[in-house]
């Protein structure tokens, strides 16, 4: 993510896979390019990347979370919603 921010990429949108936490390397300026750009887009979790950081527990948090949402069964890929999913703050 930090790279991300680093770029410049802040307020835009990228897919990061549920497998690994990798990403392909792309920035989609809405959530629905994000998800309709990917090949399977039910395998990975849409973040916009924030403006200051999100740490590496954070994040670690943040596809856990999207891993257990989808093995609930939960659809979180859908290009036509534009909600976000919000995770409360970590202490």
Request: hydrophobic share 35%.
């Amino acid at each position: 993510m930090r790279q991300h921010i680093v770029d410049g990429h802040h307020g835009r949108w990228i897919a990061v896979r549920l497998s690994d936490g990798g990403t392909d390397s792309r920035h989609y300026g809405r959530r629905r390019d994000a998800v309709r750009f990917q090949l399977h887009p039910t395998q990975c979790a849409y973040v916009r990347v924030p403006r200051d950081d999100m740490s590496p527990r954070a994040a670690a948090a943040f596809l856990a979370t999207h891993r257990r949402l989808y093995a609930a069964g939960l659809v979180l890929a859908d290009p036509d919603d534009d909600r976000e999913l919000i995770l409360p703050a970590g202490r």
